[in-house]
């Protein structure tokens, strides 16, 4: 089955939303992207934070959760290492219960529910971002800047 445009969007909004949640509850559900070569190999796996921007027909921009570290008082994020990345999209379909796209780089993403490590590590950026300011969430719930210059950086 070949997806409409509308139809994989609203499977990804739903995914990285955690609108998925077999509790109701969606802290309790999220997104990971897994990214494969031309030859299949996986080369990045990481979960996605709960916003994403659709630009155009052809990039969507989203924010992999990586880095981060305990630091004894709660889980820190560096918002200069966990930043925005696009991703060139050249088809999109649903697969299962994700979204799989064709890049314009020959790869393929899969956007699909996340568990285990990546489950846990989402769990530990809803927790850290409940300390930014309003204005600190809204800037990076935007992802239209490519480095970041406030706190945390």
Do not use: C
């Not at 393929?108 to 300390?131: H, M, S, V």
């Amino acid at each position: 089955m070949t997806a409409t445009q509308q139809q994989w969007r609203r499977r990804f909004s739903d995914l990285v939303a955690g609108n998925h949640s077999p509790t109701g509850d969606p802290v309790d559900a999220g997104a990971r992207l897994v990214v494969s070569d031309l030859d299949g190999t996986e080369v990045f796996r990481a979960a996605l934070a709960r916003h994403h921007r659709f630009e155009d027909d052809q990039v969507l921009w989203i924010r992999p959760l990586v880095g981060g570290q305990d630091t004894g008082g709660g889980y820190l994020f560096n918002l200069g290492l966990a930043r925005r990345r696009s991703l060139p999209v050249a088809h999109a379909d649903l697969v299962d219960d994700g979204v799989e796209i064709d890049l314009t780089t020959g790869q393929k993403a899969r956007i699909e529910p996340a568990d285990g490590p990546e489950l846990e590590q989402l769990t530990r950026w809803d927790d850290f971002t409940n300390r930014l300011t309003p204005e600190e969430d809204a800037a990076l719930r935007r992802l239209d800047a490519d480095s970041w210059h406030g706190r945390y950086a």
